[in-house]
C-alpha cells in the first residue's frame, strides 16, 4: 500500500462519520464496502510476516543441520569403561589388533583379549575427540586378557597350565620315566591311576606355570592321611622326624594325646604329603629268592636239658620266579607268579638237645639275692675310687647264699677282703662274697643255687657286718643291681 492509498483512506473514513450523522441509511451501505477493503489490506500483512518467519526458521534450521553434521561422533568403550571419543569407527578399529598382535610377540602365544570395543552415538567438539594413540593407552591401563594354551587336569581338576600341549607331554613322560628305567624289568603297561588330560584352554597369564615348579606341586601337593602305632621307645618328637612333619602339626592333629604320656600302642594321625599323580606300572620280573630251611631237633638223653648244639648246620635255598607285578609309584601292590624254578635245594638244620634233668649245683643262669639285708652301699664310685660291688649290712653269722649253682674257686682269707669266697658258675659269670664270719665250703666244691657257703662278719677293712658282693661277666665287674632278685 502506498502513501497515496493510506492518506485517501483516512480521508474517506472522515467523510463517512460525517455523512453517518446526515445519512444513516445511506451511511451503511457506504461502510460495508470499506471495511472489506481494510481487511484484505491486513491479509497481505501477515502474508508478509509468516513469510519473513518462514525465511528465518528455515535459514536456523539450516545453520543447526551443518553443525549437528560437523559435530557427530562416537563414545567409544572397552567392556564397561569408556576409553575415548572419535568421529568415525574406523579411527579406531585396528587398535585392538595392534594390543593383541603385541602381547603375542611379547609373552610368545596366542593372546585372547576379554573384551570388545562398543560404540555410542554422541556429538562433541573437535577439543573433546581422543586420539587412536590415546584411547589404545587407555584400553591397555585396564586390559584384561587371557592366552591360549593347555591345562593339565588330573580327576576333573586343573592343576597346572602351559602354552605348550608338547610342554605337559613331557613332563608327564618324566614321571613315567622315574618308575620304568629298570634294568630287571620288561615293562609291560604304564600309566595313570588317576584320570589325566591335557585340554585347549583359554586362562589368565598369570596361572601360567613354570614347569619346574608345577613338577614339585605335584609331588608333594597332595595330602594322605596315616595312622601310626606307638612303639617302645618312641615319642611324638621321633615320630614327627621320621614321617618329616613338624611335633606341632602331630600335636594339633592329635588334641586327644598327652604328649608327655604317650603309651605304647597308642594311635597317631598324622597328614603327609604324597604326589598328585599314581603311576601305575604292570612289569614282568625274574628274581631269585631265598628259601628258608627247616629246625629239625633231636633228643638225647646223656646230655642236659639246658645243652644243646647244632650237628647239621641248616643252608637256604634258591628259587628263580618269574612274576607279572603291578606298582603303584613304585610300591607293589600285586604280584603274579607266572613261573617257579627251585635252584637250589634248602638244607634243613639238625639241632640236638638234651633231656637230662640238671644237678642242684649246674648254674641256672638266674642270680638269687645272696643274703638278706639292708642295700648299704651301692656300685659305683666312691670318693676317689671304684666301688665294684655292693654291700648287704646284715646282723654276724646271717647265711650267705650261693647266687647261682656252680663251683668254688676260692675260699679262705684274701687281705683287705677277710673271709673271701668265689665262685664259677661256668657260664661266663663269676660271684664273690667278701667279710665272712665262717665259710662254709672249700675250693673244688659244687655247689647249689640258694646253698649256703658262709655267714656275714666284719673281717678285713670293714667298718661293720656286712656282705660285699661282686658280679664279674667275662672277667669284667658289672653292677649287681641289675642280676640279683
Keep these: 500500500m502506498n502513501p497515496g492509498e493510506h492518506k485517501k483512506n483516512k480521508l474517506e473514513i472522515f467523510n463517512l462519520k460525517t455523512a453517518r450523522a446526515k445519512m ?15 481487511k484484505q489490506n491486513d491479509r497481505v500483512k501477515k502474508i508478509v510476516v509468516v513469510s519473513m518467519v518462514v525465511v528465518i526458521v528455515s535459514l536456523s534450521l539450516g545453520v543447526y543441520k551443518i553443525r549437528e553434521i560437523q559435530t557427530r561422533g562416537y563414545i567409544v568403550y572397552y567392556g564397561d569403561k569408556q576409553v575415548g571419543i572419535v568421529r568415525e569407527k574406523e579411527e579406531v578399529s585396528h587398535v585392538l589388533e595392534d594390543i593383541k598382535k603385541n602381547l603375542s610377540e611379547v609373552h610368545d602365544c596366542d593372546v585372547v583379549l576379554n573384551g570388545e570395543l562398543k560404540f555410542e552415538e554422541t556429538h ?24 591360549s594354551g593347555y591345562a593339565l587336569v588330573v580327576d576333573g581338576q586343573e592343576i597346572g597350565y602351559s602354552k605348550s600341549k608338547e610342554e605337559l607331554e ?34 589368565p597369564i598369570n596361572k601360567l606355570s613354570q614347569l619346574d615348579e608345577l613338577r614339585n606341586y605335584i609331588l608333594s601337593g597332595g595330602e594322605e592321611v596315616k595312622t601310626h602305632v606307638v612303639e617302645a621307645g618312641e615319642s611324638l618328637w621321633t615320630i614327627a622326624k621320621k ?24 594311635e597317631v594321625k598324622l597328614t603327609i604329603s604324597k604326589s598328585l599323580l599314581t603311576v601305575v606300572t604292570v612289569e614282568e620280573v625274574e628274581y631269585t629268592a631265598e628259601m628258608k630251611y627247616d629246625v629239625k631237633v633231636q633228643y638225647d638223653s646223656s646230655m642236659y636239658k639246658t645243652q644243646s648244639k647244632v650237628k647239621v ?18 610300591t607293589i ?23 637230662k634233668e640238671l644237678p642242684k649245683t649246674v648254674a641256672t643262669g638266674a642270680f638269687v639275692m645272696p643274703t638278706r639285708g639292708t642295700l648299704s652301699s651301692r656300685y659305683g664310685m666312691r670318693g676317689s675310687r ?24 676260692f675260699a679262705g682269707w684274701k687281705g683287705s677282703y677277710g673271709y673271701f669266697v668265689i665262685i664259677n658258675h661256668g657260664n661266663g659269670y663269676v660271684t664273690k662274697y667278701a667279710h665272712c664270719s665262717s665259710i662254709n665250703v672249700k675250693v673244688g666244691d659244687k655247689v647249689a643255687k640258694g646253698q649256703v ?4 662278719g666284719s673281717t678285713g677293712n670293714a667298718t661293720g657286718p656286712h656282705l660285699h658282693f661282686e658280679v664279674l661277666k667275662n672277667g669284667k665287674n658289672v653292677n649287681p643291681a641289675g642280676f640279683i632278685y
Excluded at 592333629?253 to 600302642?265: D, H, T
Excluded at 666301688?387 to 647266687?403: F, L, N, Y
Excluded at 657257703?453 to 656275714?456: D, E, F, K, L, M
Design 243 to 266: 614321617y618329616n612333619v613338624s611335633v606341632n602339626d602331630l600335636i594339633e592333629a592329635n588334641s586327644n594325646i598327652v604328649p608327655e604320656k604317650l603309651q605304647i600302642g597308642d
Design 453 to 456: 657257703i658262709a655267714r656275714v
Design 24 to 38: 444513516s441509511d445511506m451511511g451503511r451501505k457506504i461502510i460495508i464496502p470499506i471495511k472489506v477493503k481494510l
Design 386 to 409: 671304684m666301688h665294684q660291688g655292693v654291700d648287704i649290712a646284715a646282723s654276724v653269722g646271717t647265711p650267705i647264699r650261693a647266687a647261682d649253682g656252680g663251683t668254688v674257686t
Design 124 to 147: 562433541a567438539k573437535d577439543q573433546l575427540l581422543t586420539s587412536a594413540d590415546e584411547i589404545e593407552n587407555n584400553i591397555k591401563s585396564q586390559l584384561d586378557f587371557s592366552i
Design 333 to 355: 601292590v600285586d604280584k603274579q607268579i607266572l613261573k617257579e624254578e627251585v635252584v637250589k635245594e634248602p638244607v634243613n638244620e639238625l639241632v640236638v638237645k638234651g633231656t
Design 313 to 330: 648246620k641248616g643252608q637256604k635255598g634258591e628259587t628263580r620266579y618269574l612274576a607279572k607285578v603291578t606298582k603303584h609309584n613304585g
Design 170 to 203: 613331557q613332563l608327564l613322560n618324566s614321571f613315567k620315566e622315574l618308575y620304568t628305567e629298570k634294568e630287571n624289568a620288561k615293562i609291560l603297561e604304564v600309566g595313570f591311576l588317576e584320570n589325566v588330560d591335557i585340554v585347549e584352554k583359554e586362562f
